[in-house]
């Protein structure tokens, strides 16, 4: 079945600093990603890529129609929410990860609980600024297979590197291929991802991971560029 090809969905904010530049900035990711689409659609395992904006009123359904797409077909998924991203403190103390979307600002750490019954097949990854940071509470509310985000201030370039690489590293795990073990092929992905070569971009990006209950932080305090 068509279906079953589908292997990652990608919602993405505009990069613009403010309302103004809505229409004048014309950064995206959504080249980089097409162009690995077509790389993986060469081999024996094609993986089909979805790719649409990322809407505060919407991203919710968006990710249930996805996993719904997905869900008879038996190997991983990947979730990429990218947008600019901060962590602020609410009146109680607490800190809420919060992502900039089209429509306005989207509350990630209270919104991904409506979801976190669906997520045991899939790899989320939080490509924002600051986000990541202590991604263990993050994975308890989402319930997902594995997550990956940056705790640093990041570019979106170097960002979107790291991502696209580990993409591919899951390609090479079979993590994308029908009956594997994809929570191994997900381990081994991102084990390679904090190893040589890709270590310094890790540490550089302030890469964090959790796996199941695993959790790891790689960070770099003596560069940061802005997300």
Same mark, same amino acid.
């Given at each position: 079945?068509? $279906?079953?090809?589908?292997?990652?969905?990608?919602?993405?904010?505009?990069?613009?600093?403010?309302?103004?530049?809505?229409?004048?900035?014309?950064?995206?990711?959504?080249?980089?990603?097409?162009?690995?689409?077509?790389?993986?659609?060469?081999?024996?395992?094609?993986?089909?890529?979805?790719?649409?904006?990322?809407?505060?009123?919407?991203?919710?359904?968006?990710?249930?129609?996805?996993?719904?797409?997905?869900?008879?077909?038996?190997?991983?998924?990947?979730?990429?929410?990218?947008?600019?991203?901060?962590?602020?403190? =609410?009146?109680?103390?607490?800190?809420?990860?919060?992502?900039?979307?089209?429509?306005?600002?989207?509350?990630?750490?209270?919104?991904?609980?409506?979801?976190?019954?669906?997520?045991?097949? =899939?790899?989320?990854?939080?490509?924002?600024?600051?986000?990541?940071? $202590?991604?263990?509470?993050?994975?308890?509310?989402?319930?997902?297979?594995?997550?990956?985000?940056?705790?640093?201030?990041?570019?979106?370039?170097?960002?979107?590197?790291?991502?696209?690489?580990?993409?591919?590293?899951?390609?090479?795990?079979?993590?994308?291929?029908?009956? =594997?073990?994809? $929570?191994?092929?997900?381990?081994?992905?991102?084990?390679?991802?904090?190893?040589?070569?890709?270590?310094?971009?890790?540490?550089?990006?302030?890469?964090?991971?959790?796996?199941?209950?695993?959790?790891?932080?790689?960070?770099? $305090?003596?560069?940061?560029? =802005?997300?």
């Amino acid at each position: 079945m068509v $279906r079953s090809q589908y292997g990652v969905l990608i919602l993405e904010g505009n990069w613009g600093e403010d309302e103004t530049a809505y229409l004048t900035d014309s950064r995206s990711t959504s080249r980089l990603y097409a162009a690995l689409e077509d790389l993986l659609s060469l081999g024996s395992r094609p993986v089909k890529f979805i790719q649409r904006p990322l809407l505060a009123g919407h991203f919710v359904e968006d990710i249930r129609n996805f996993v719904s797409l997905t869900k008879d077909q038996d190997r991983g998924t990947v979730i990429i929410l990218s947008a600019h991203g901060s962590r602020r403190k =609410t009146k109680t103390g607490k800190k809420r990860r919060v992502l900039q979307a089209l429509d306005g600002k989207l509350n990630l750490s209270l919104q991904i609980k409506d979801i976190g019954d669906i997520l045991g097949k =899939t790899i989320m990854v939080l490509d924002s600024c600051e986000i990541g940071e $202590r991604l263990g509470l993050f994975q308890r509310a989402a319930k997902a297979l594995a997550v990956i985000g940056f705790s640093e201030d990041v570019g979106w370039v170097e960002s979107a590197v790291f991502i696209l690489a580990f993409l591919d590293k899951l390609d090479d795990y079979k993590y994308f291929s029908n009956k =594997t073990d994809i $929570r191994h092929a997900a381990t081994e992905a991102i084990k390679a991802m904090w190893s040589p070569p890709y270590k310094s971009l890790a540490e550089h990006l302030g890469a964090e991971k959790v796996i199941g209950n695993e959790t790891d932080r790689v960070i770099d $305090r003596s560069r940061k560029t =802005t997300r």
